[in-house]
Structures are given as C-alpha cells and as structure tokens.
C-alpha cells in the first residue's frame, strides 16, 4: 500500500494566541518583575516589531469591534422596533376615532330625520333621556311670573267663580286645562336616577313642535359635543404619542453613540481578558479574590532563567562541577516526580498499575519510572535579611533573585533535598517560592531568631549533608526576649543574643556554613558578620549585590560531596573542631575544582 505524499497538503493548522508570539523567556521575566501588566507592555511593544503578532492582535480586534458593533446595532434595534411599536399604536387610535366619529355623523344625520314625538329605538333612549333633563331645556323651565295686571284678572276671575258658585244651583263643569301648558320633565324621576323608556314617551307625546325642535337641536348639539370630545381625546393621544417618539429617537441616537464610542474601550477590555485567560492556560497566573498573582510554576520557571544566566557567569571549572558527578548505576523504581524522567518509564509496569487501577491510560498517578539512586542526603537552609535596610540599592530583590537561582541549582543536583527558605526581619517566617520572590522589607534585623530557627530545623535532620547560607547587610539590631517580645535598639544585647545562638547551631554536625555580607560604607558591620561566621565555623563572603547570585553558587559547587549507597558511608571523626572541619571541606572542594 503506498502512502500519500502529505507534502501536497498545506499545513493548516496555526494559532491565534498572543503569548505564542512572545519569547518564554522575557514573558515570564516580565510577569514575574512587573505582574500582568508587564505582559501587556510587552505585547504592546513586540507587536511594533512583529508583524506576526500585529496580525494576530488586528484579527482579535477586528473580532472585537465586530462582537461591539453587533452590540450597538441590537441597542438600536430595540430602540427600532419600540418607535415602530409606537406608531403602529397611533395608527390604531387614529383609526379608532375615526371610526367613531363618521358613527356620531351617521347618528347626527338619523337625528334629523326621526320623528321625536313617537318612542324612540334603544339605542336612542340615552341621548333623548340626557337631552330631555338638560336643565337649560325650555319644558325644564319654570314658567314666567304673571304681572299685577294679570294677577288682578285672575283675582277677579276667581271672584266671579265663587259667585257663581253660589247664586248658581248647579255647578259649572270643570275648565278643560289649555293643551299648550307643559310641566318640568326634570322632577319626573323622583329618586334622581333617571327617566324610565314609559316616561321617556309620555314626555315626548307631550312636547310640543317647537320643542320637538329644540330637543333635536340638543341631541345635535350634544352628538357634535361627543364629537369635538372624540377630536380633542385624539389630537392629545398624538401630541402624546410624537413627544414619546422624539424621545425615543433622542433615547437611540444618545444610545448609539455610547455604543460607537463604548467599542475602543470594549476592545481594549477584550485584548486584556484575552491575554488574562492565556495566562491563566498556560498556569502563569491563577485568581486570588478580585486579582491576578503568580503561581508556583511561573516563579519556578524564573528561577531557572535566573540560575542559567548566572550560571554564565560562572567560572568554568565551576560551571563543570554545576553538573554533578558520574552515574552509580544504581536505580530504583518509583513513582514519577518530574517530567525529565520520563525518558526511564517503566512501561510494563506503569501499564500493569494502569489496569489494576481500572484505567485505561497511563496517568501520573500509575507512572513508575527508574530512578538513579544515591545515598546522600541534603538538607539546606536558605535565611536571609528583609529589614528596612535591604530595600535600598536594590538588595532585597538581588537576594531574592539570588536565592530563586540556588533553590533551582540544588533541585536539579538533589530532586529529594530538604530546602527551608526563612525571611526574617523582627520576626522568622518560612516562605515557598511564590511567597519569597512576593515578601517585602520589614523592620529590624533579628538574626538571633533567625540561627535559632535555623538550629531548630537542622539538629533534627536526618541529612548526612547540611548547609546553611545567611544573607545579611549589617548588624543585629532586634532580638527575641524570654517573654517571647521583640526588643529593639540594644546593639550589644543583639549582637550578644546572635552570637549565643550561633554557638548553638554549631553544635549541629556536619554543618557547611556560608554567611553572606552585603557591602557596605560602614566597617563595623563586616566585624560582626566576620564574628557571627567565625563562630557558626563557616567562612563570610563580602560581595556586592550583582554578586551574590555567583557568589551563593560557586559555595554551592565547591560544596559538592556524593556518597554512594553502595559504599559504607564515612565514620564521623567523634569531636572534630568547627574550623578544622570546615577548612578540609573546603581543600577537598578546591581539589575537585582543579585548585
């Protein structure tokens, strides 16, 4: 069977992360000095030189403002569809009163033609109830009151009856009332509620024509009244409906324009959550409540970077013995601890683990690989000064990154070495990577607590190769009472308190000691770091701060001593003096670095 030639097939497959771009090397240098924002300066300033990352950084915006613009352009529909909303509602309570009006015309102009002296249909039963209790109706008048004359008339006229009456001997038959009286409508409704459809008829059989007239003149007075009403109501409703409209058109275009001028900043915001969920991919940076730190691995990584450039510096002899001395040919098997020993995997095994465990995979947790076994123990000691003092001239960030450099360089000869990093100031505090490069200067310097806690750790080991280095850029100023209270200002009882405690860690044996002197103007405090180290059996190292880096390593180097399992280890001379013992460690360490 022959096989395609895969060379005709483009590769397609690219990556449109922005950390892909950068050097690894000046990312984590920049995120570990500068935080996330030293990342996106220095995004910003590749993306000037790299047209492959400005590419990137234009698709990731063009992406953006097109995320934005759709953004805006929903706003603005929104806002479209309530205008549209709007006049279809106006149409309809145009229509409405339209309607209603050409009824009241069509009722206007069957008010003309009816005849009122007969009952009206229901539907008219309102308007003739409503125009007959009008109380301006000339049959709901009162009638006029007569004058003197006619008063006079009447009286004589009833005078004349009486008489008659009673010269008469029959009575006279009743006057017929005059056909032409009427009487008030608007008491025919004793309660108030209104007139009833019979009383409705006999008040219109007893109107007479030119009453008949004026009630259709009301009924037309009163329809057209309904009318300017229904006109009024509707040219409200307008006025109403447009002054919402422009509000709403004034609501859009105020709304769009914070949308188009919302884009930058929305991009802006876009690129820096990008570039956060990159970071946090790649488990440079992790979430601690509303902000970004750095993890563990990221301050790792640095110290590598750390320790390969001041491995440059090196001498080379000193770079050589770096490297660690030939194989014992001895290996055990065991669990996988670091990614390097994969090359030793014990596939057979890991499988066999793999299954028993009911995977179907290996995984770190059935991964047994064959590692090289020596018999040597180390266990080391790393304190250093976070007074107030070694935040000038930078010496508080070169001692950190010094101590990053030498934590990696003793991982990478001992994987299994006890490493304790302690910080003091007034105080001891046992600090892990993250926390050492993150630790700030404090207050004054306690190196008595600090040898304390260091003999502490170290007379309880069990490691047949201990070191301690001590950092420090003057003299001891605080110290720990019995009471358990810091005291400052007493010089002479620090410095006493420090070099009782150095006499205490000396007695932990073997021990390889390095104080470590930051230069300075003042004499007297090379004199109590000399005494401090003659006292614990070490040597002092009087270095600037560019130099601490290689000074801690090339000790570290010189200090190199294997013992081999399959050996019998070295008996231990029963009381040998410090100073001796130190000076032949450092002979055998000169001989094994050609000196």
Known sequence: MRLPDCSTYSDDVGSDDLLDALDSAALIRALAEQGVEGARRLLRANAESDPELRERLERLRTRLRRQAGRRAERIVTQYDQRIAELDQVRIRSDAEVAAQIDALEARLAAARTTDWSKMPSGEWLGDVEAALLLPDASWNRPPPRPGFGARLRALFARLVAWLRSLFSRRSSAPRARSSERTVTFAVASPTGRGLGPS??????????????????????????????????????????????????????????????????????????????????????????????????????????????????????GTRLSMRGEGSTGVYEKARLRRAEEVAHLDVPGSLLAARMAGQRHIDESTS????????????????????????????????????????????????????????????????????????????????????????????????????????????????????????????????????????????????????VLLKSAHPEYETAARTIARTLGGELVVTDPGRLGVELLVRWAHGVETERRLLPPAPLPPTPDVRTAARGRRRRGDRRMGG
């Not at 009301?218 to 009244?225: A, D, I, Q, V």
């Not at 950092?471 to 200002?489: C, R």
Request: charged share 35%; proline share 2%.
């Open 199 to 316: 009383q409705i008829g006999e008040a219109l059989a007893r109107l007479s024509p030119p009453q008949r007239e004026e009630l259709s003149e009301n009924l037309s007075h009163r329809l057209r009244g309904r009318e300017r009403e229904l006109e009024k109501e509707a040219e409200e409703k307008r006025r109403a409906a447009e002054l919402q409209r422009r509000r709403l058109e004034e609501e859009r275009a105020e709304a769009e324009r914070r949308a188009r001028a919302d884009t930058e900043s929305r991009v802006k915001e876009g690129e820096a959550r990008r570039l956060e969920r990159e970071l946090k991919e790649r488990g440079f940076v992790a979430e601690q409540g509303q902000s970004l730190v750095v993890t563990f691995g990221l301050v790792e990584r640095f110290a590598r970077l750390l320790l390969e450039e001041e491995t440059r510096r090196l001498p080379e």
């Open 368 to 515: 047994y690989v064959y590692r090289e076994v020596t018999s040597e123990r180390v266990h080391v000691v790393l304190a250093f000064d976070r007074s107030g003092s070694m935040e000038e001239s930078g010496k508080l960030d070169a001692a950190k990154k010094a101590l990053l450099a030498l934590y990696v360089a003793i991982r990478r000869r001992h994987p299994d070495a006890t490493i304790d990093l302690l910080a003091f100031d007034n105080e001891v505090a046992v600090l892990d990577l993250v926390t050492l490069w993150e630790c700030k200067a404090g207050s004054f310097t306690n190196t008595a607590e600090a040898l304390r806690a260091t003999h502490l750790l170290l007379q309880s080991s069990r490691a047949n190769r201990r070191e301690f280095y001590l950092i420090t850029d003057g003299l001891p100023e605080a110290y720990t009472g019995e009471d358990g209270k810091v005291h400052s200002g007493q010089l002479d009882v620090a410095m006493e308190q420090a070099l009782g405690r150095a006499g205490e860690l000396a007695t932990v044996r073997p021990l390889r000691t390095t104080v």
